[in-house]
Nanobody, 126 residues
C-alpha cells in the first residue's frame, strides 16, 4: 500500500506562490505516475496535471487552461518526491490539493488513480 503525504499548503495572497510536495515514506515516486488533483468547496475533483513515471515514454497530461502558465509539476529524483509549483495564485485556486499515484497516468478526467494522499488545503483569499 503506497501512502502518499502532501505538504506545503496554506494561506497565500493573490499573486503569491506556494510549492506543494508529495512524498511516500521509504519509497521513491519515480516508479509511479503522479497526479495532482484539487477539489474546491462545493465542486467536483479536478485533475490539475499528471506526470508519468520516469520509466514511461508517455507525455502525461496537459494543464487545464485555468492553471496553464502558472502551475508546474516536477520531480526531485534524489528525494523521490514530486512538487507542484503554483505561481500567481488566484482566489479560484482555493481548494484541497491531493497527490495521487498510479502505474500510468489515467485517462484525462477519469481520476482513476490507485493511491491518494489525504490532501493539503490551499487558501487564496480575495
Amino acid at each position: 500500500q503506497l501512502q502518499l503525504v502532501e505538504s506545503g499548503g496554506g494561506l497565500a495572497q493573490v499573486g503569491g506562490s506556494l510549492r506543494l510536495s508529495c512524498a511516500a515514506s521509504g519509497v521513491t515516486l519515480d516508479n509511479y505516475a503522479i497526479g495532482w488533483v484539487r477539489q474546491a468547496p462545493g465542486k467536483e475533483r479536478e485533475e490539475v496535471i499528471c506526470i508519468p513515471s520516469t520509466r514511461s515514454h508517455s507525455s502525461g497530461t496537459d494543464y487545464p487552461d485555468s492553471v496553464k502558465g502558472r502551475f508546474s509539476i516536477s520531480r526531485d529524483h534524489a528525494k523521490g518526491t514530486v512538487y507542484l509549483q503554483m505561481n500567481n495564485l488566484k482566489p479560484e485556486d482555493t481548494a484541497v490539493y491531493y497527490c495521487a499515484a498510479a502505474w500510468g497516468c489515467p485517462w484525462p478526467g477519469s481520476l482513476d488513480y490507485d493511491f491518494w494522499g489525504q490532501g493539503t488545503q490551499v487558501t487564496v483569499p480575495s
